[in-house]
């Protein structure tokens, strides 16, 4: 089974534009979930979406986005782009949600540099 | 509020020397605890996680951990470190409640000397 894929890999934005990251989950999983990973607040909770609702929202302001498709695949984005969007973006797959103990698959990450 | 602190930011061990990472956690209810690890420019693999039963759990590439709830903690073991093992170790907490959140440490960055 292939993995959970993030499109594209590595982008490089200026400060004001905005951003869509896709994430495509591993065959059969419905529910995706985001991460940022910056050096200074390490790997820190967005949203997560199941069956094309938000379940979940982490503590960031409204310029980030998402949703989520009927075939699973779901997409992010940033408007308004400030020099501190600069991260690691995962995206992380798993069966079903709503249960803390499922496992989740991540993705490599797309690297935004925002300049 | 959940929190999971990972008292070292930075272990060097021997290849061949045993590993013992820390991990402690903050939650009100039953935790699912999970390690993970991230090898430069990849995303995070699962090792192994717990969620019931047996406080010992046994995960991949021979690491395991011990869940002790009367010190909070979930620390991730290795007999013996090869080479490779070195990367990014990520402890994370995932609730009971209605949510797949998981809220991460702040990562151990494992150097392995020759």
């Known amino acids: 089974k292939a993995g959970v894929t993030q499109t594209p890999r590595y982008l490089i934005k200026t400060r004001g534009q905005q951003v869509t990251l896709s994430c495509s989950p591993i065959?059969?999983?419905?529910?995706v979930s985001w991460y940022q990973q910056t050096p200074g607040q390490g790997l820190q909770f967005l949203f997560e979406y199941f069956s094309e609702t938000q379940r979940n929202k982490g503590n960031f302001p409204g310029r980030f986005s998402g949703r989520q498709f009927s075939n699973s695949r779901s997409e992010m984005n940033v408007s308004t782009l400030e020099l501190g969007d600069s991260a690691l973006y995962l995206c992380?797959?798993?069966?079903?949600?709503?249960?803390?103990?499922?496992?989740?698959?991540f993705g490599p990450g797309t690297r935004l540099l925002v300049l | 509020a959940q929190s999971v602190t990972q008292p070292d930011i930075h272990i060097t061990v021997s290849e061949g020397a045993s590993l013992e990472l820390r991990c402690n956690y903050s939650?009100?209810?039953?935790?699912?605890l999970f390690w993970y690890v991230q090898s430069p420019g990849q995303g995070l693999q699962l090792l192994l996680k717990y969620f019931s039963g047996d406080t010992l759990v046994q995960g991949i590439k021979g690491f395991e951990a011990e869940f002790k709830r009367s010190q909070s903690s979930f620390n991730l073991r290795k007999p013996s470190v090869h080479w490779s093992d070195a990367a990014e170790y990520f402890c994370a907490v995932g609730g009971s409640g209605n949510t797949g959140k998981l809220i991460f440490g702040q990562g151990t960055t494992l150097q392995v000397k020759p």
């Open positions: 939650y009100g209810a039953t935790p699912y």
């Open positions: 065959s059969g999983h419905r529910s």
């Open positions: 992380a797959s798993s069966l079903e949600a709503g249960t803390g103990w499922e496992t989740q698959y």
